[in-house]
């Protein structure tokens, strides 16, 4: 019965793999068209195992025969090639892949993976113990399937003569979201009025709470009292914020807040999400030698490796911030010193020198 379950999910993970269109190899005769989902990881417990197929869409391929003396098409010679985010490539099938039975096309059939092991009939699907020990083990043990790309190569052939076929290669990525790492500010941490946040998370949108924390309170309370001091969600991996100085909500002098980031993910039936853990940082005085260093750090980050050594030198020589910082022979307060951090930061590549004083 084992044996039967793995077949089963092996069959149901050949049409899952499919994402973006690449360009065909369409000739005179057939002509391919493929429409997916966008997803970025997928759920075993999404896969109808007993019917040898997936139970929600992922993708249609709409199959054009141009030349009107073909009437049955079959796939034939499909191949499933998994390039892992860890280096290892794998064939998923042993031999020349899989092909089915033939079946009619009169000039235009559509044909969704929810057909496959239902109206077309799949043959000669047989896969690797590699397979087995680096993709299904894996997925039957973390229910998630290893990041990495996923090739689907599907030829298809006039029924009668196979020589006249035609191919299209559709790869869909898939990423291992496992945790959400709150960088900075780290736990406990003491910082300026607009700290920079920073988060590591790989998916494509984030959302971010911020919210004060009184005395007494948990951090699950905390973090969820409205009103919230700043809530907003970051389309397109973005990792970092910088804590505005004008139009928001003021962190205040002295106080306590917590923050934490939900990673979001497409997956097929819509978005999975992570959270990250709730981290707690205090906002200090101008004048606490903490503050000061954390600046140091916030210009040595936005800098970049570029300047390595001079914030190595820094440190060696124990050197730290003045309490008064100055720009042009002018005082800046601690508002302007912010926004000229935020400017740096979208402009790091044009700073022509920095210099120890």
């Keep these: 019965m084992r044996n039967k379950r793995i077949l089963y999910l092996c069959i149901a993970i050949s049409f899952l793999f499919i994402h973006s269109e690449a360009p065909s190899q369409d000739n005179e005769n057939i002509k391919l068209t493929v429409t997916n989902a966008d997803i970025q990881q997928i759920l075993p417990s999404q896969l109808d195992f007993q019917n040898f197929q997936n139970t929600i869409w992922l993708f249609t391929i709409t199959i054009e025969v141009i030349n009107p003396e073909i009437r049955e098409v079959k796939f034939i010679d499909c191949k499933i090639i998994a390039n892992l985010k860890d280096g290892g490539k794998i064939e998923l099938l042993e031999?020349?892949?899989?092909?089915?039975?033939?079946?009619?096309?009169?000039?235009?059939?559509?044909?969704?993976?929810?057909?496959?092991?239902?109206?077309?009939?799949?043959?000669?699907?047989?896969?690797?113990?590699?397979?087995?020990?680096?993709?299904?083990?894996?997925?039957?043990?973390?229910?998630?399937?290893?990041?990495?790309?996923?090739?689907?190569?599907?030829?298809?052939?006039?029924?009668?003569?196979?020589?006249?076929?035609?191919?299209?290669?559709?790869?869909?990525?898939?990423?291992?979201?496992?945790?959400?790492?709150?960088?900075?500010?780290?736990?406990?941490?003491?910082?300026?009025?607009?700290?920079?946040?920073?988060?590591?998370?790989?998916?494509?949108?984030?959302?971010?709470?911020?919210?004060?924390?009184?005395?007494?309170?948990?951090?699950?309370?905390?973090?969820?009292?409205?009103?919230?001091?700043?809530?907003?969600?970051?389309?397109?991996?973005?990792?970092?914020?910088?804590?505005?100085?004008?139009?928001?909500?003021?962190?205040?002098?002295?106080?306590?807040?917590?923050?934490?980031?939900?990673?979001?993910?497409?997956?097929?039936?819509?978005?999975?999400?992570?959270?990250?853990?709730?981290?707690?940082?205090?906002?200090?005085?101008?004048?606490?030698?903490?503050?000061?260093?954390?600046?140091?750090?916030?210009?040595?980050l936005i800098l970049g490796s570029k300047w390595k050594k001079v914030f190595d030198k820094i440190k060696e020589d124990e050197l730290t911030p003045t309490e008064v910082f100055y720009l042009n022979n002018k005082q800046l307060t601690h508002a302007e010193l912010t926004e000229i951090l935020e400017f740096l930061k979208d402009n790091s590549g044009n700073v022509s020198n920095v210099t120890i004083e």
């Design 95 to 300: 031999g020349d892949g899989f092909y089915s039975e033939p079946f009619p096309v009169e000039r235009v059939k559509t044909i969704t993976n929810l057909d496959f092991g239902n109206s077309i009939i799949i043959r000669n699907f047989k896969i690797s113990s590699e397979v087995r020990n680096n993709i299904i083990e894996p997925v039957l043990a973390s229910g998630r399937f290893p990041p990495g790309e996923y090739i689907f190569k599907i030829n298809v052939a006039d029924a009668v003569n196979p020589k006249v076929r035609t191919s299209k290669d559709i790869s869909l990525v898939l990423e291992s979201f496992t945790q959400v790492e709150l960088r900075s500010p780290r736990d406990g941490e003491l910082t300026n009025e607009f700290p920079l946040f920073e988060w590591n998370f790989d998916g494509r949108e984030v959302e971010l709470t911020i919210n004060e924390k009184s005395p007494g309170a948990s951090r699950e309370e905390a973090i969820s009292k409205l009103p919230l001091v700043y809530h907003n969600t970051f389309i397109g991996r973005q990792n970092s914020f910088q804590y505005p100085s004008t139009n928001i909500r003021p962190l205040q002098k002295g106080k306590s807040y917590v923050w934490k980031i939900v990673g979001k993910f497409l997956e097929t039936g819509g978005y999975g999400q992570i959270q990250s853990p709730i981290a707690e940082f205090k906002v200090a005085d101008e004048t606490s030698p903490a503050l000061r260093l954390e600046l140091l750090d916030q210009l040595e």
